[in-house]
């Protein structure tokens, strides 16, 4: 029996750059670090599961990334499509972008039913409010229940 659900995490921990797998397709988008207004970092997806076990994670989006480029500081909002497969309760993506170049990379691992512990990475160029961003990066852990 297939079945979904959805899980959203808030922001634990400022986090180390962490390895990534299977490519996927992004897209994102910057806003000035005010912009947030108390909102935290955070990620939503979907978990499809099969006998009681997850097998694939989609949807993948994470909100308010805390960047720092060369021209400041800003917040990414970016998503992961596609299907992120899972093998041995770890999953991986990364996904880039040819114009402005880009990538993100996420990582997780079910440590539980239900709760998945990981990291979200970005770096690159972004188009921003004003233009583009350069030389961006920002890095978060999370924690999904």
């Known amino acids: 029996m297939n079945r979904s659900i959805l899980l959203g995490a808030a922001l634990a921990a400022l986090a180390l750059p962490g390895a990534a797998g299977a490519g996927a397709s ?26 009681g076990k997850p097998v694939i994670v989609k949807r993948f989006r994470f909100y308010n990334l805390p960047i720092t480029c060369d021209q400041g500081d ?23 972008h040819d114009d402005p170049p880009s990538e993100a990379r996420l990582t997780g691992r079910f440590v539980s039913p239900g709760k998945v512990k990981g990291r979200v990475k970005a770096t690159g160029t972004y188009a921003g409010p004003s233009g583009d961003v350069t030389n961006c990066t920002g890095s978060r852990r999370y924690t999904a229940t």
Do not use: C, W
């Open 26 to 51: 992004a897209g994102a988008s910057v806003n000035a670090a005010s912009a947030a207004k108390g909102e935290p970092f955070s990620v939503r997806f979907t978990v499809v599961s099969e006998g």
């Open 74 to 96: 800003f917040l990414l909002n970016s998503r992961i499509g596609g299907q992120i497969p899972v093998e041995d309760k770890h999953f991986a993506a990364t996904a880039t």
